[in-house]
T-cell receptor, first 113, second 115 residues
Framework: KQEVTQIPAALSVPEGENLVLNCSFT??????LQWFRQDPGKGLTSLLL?????REQTSGRLNASLDKSSGRSTLYIAASQPGDSATYLC????????????FGQGTTLQVKP | GAGVSQSPSNKVTEKGKDVELRCDPI?????LYWYRQRLGQGLEFLIY????????KSGLPSDRFSAERTGESVSTLTIQRTQQEDSAVYLC?????????????FGPGTRLTVL
């Protein structure tokens, strides 16, 4: 059974700091991994999707890496800003037949000005 | 169209009443998903539609929950005889294809409160 874990559950950093969020999954036979951002009371915003054949994806100040063999992904945020404050979720598809996602519990990030 | 839209954004109902939640996916997206997020908990998969195929209902928590989708457009999630434990944010997502390779885009959610 696939399980997704995110550590830490919460993180507080000063503005400008570079930071890394961690995501681990128990079944390494994944097809992709998706990182999302969720602001309080809002839906999810897709940040990055890494296919299983890729090692990393970049979008602006965000860089996501994927190591299938070790069951881990990291989301690197460079030069953090107060506007980055949100909950970050990672998710993997449950099976090969559908795209239904299994989510981690999320890491709540606070960037202090 | 723009993104995935959902309505209503908030719904307060009394225990025992039926509610209907609506999702409009991104135009052209063939796959549609419903998830539930209860307070302090992670997202749970509820149901998945792909084109004209039979929906995957494996995540529905009870027979009080049902969902329909008309072709590749609007979907409605219906909860009958609501209970307090149904209180949650219900999120809808769509993607451009079936299966595991396609990025999912989420709507803003419907916050359901059952009194």
């Amino acid at each position: 059974k696939q399980e997704v874990t995110q550590i830490p559950a919460a993180l507080s950093v000063p503005e400008g700091e570079n930071l890394v969020l961690n995501c681990s999954f128990t079944d390494s036979a994944i097809y992709n991994l998706q990182w999302f951002r969720q602001d309080p009371g809002k839906g999810l915003t897709s940040l990055l999707l890494i296919q299983s054949s890729q090692r990393e994806q970049t979008s602006g100040r965000l860089n996501a890496s994927l190591d299938k063999s070790s069951g881990r992904s990291t989301l690197y945020i460079a030069a953090s800003q107060p506007g980055d404050s949100a909950t970050y979720l990672c998710a993997v598809p449950l099976s090969s037949n559908t795209g239904k996602l299994i989510f981690g519990q999320g890491t709540t990030l606070q960037v202090k000005p | 169209g723009a993104g995935v839209s959902q309505s209503p954004s908030n719904k307060v109902t009394e225990k025992g009443k039926d509610v209907e939640l609506r999702c409009d996916p991104i135009s052209g997206h063939t796959a549609l998903y419903w998830y539930r997020q209860r307070l302090g908990q992670g997202l749970e998969f509820l149901i998945y539609f792909q084109g004209n195929s039979a929906p995957d209902k494996s995540g529905l928590p009870s027979d009080r929950f049902s969902a329909e989708r008309t072709g590749e457009s609007v979907s409605t999630l219906t909860i009958q005889r609501t209970q307090q434990e149904d209180s949650a944010v219900y999120l809808c997502a769509s993607s451009s294809g079936s299966g595991t390779y396609n990025e999912q885009f989420f709507g803003p959610g419907t916050r359901l409160t059952v009194l």
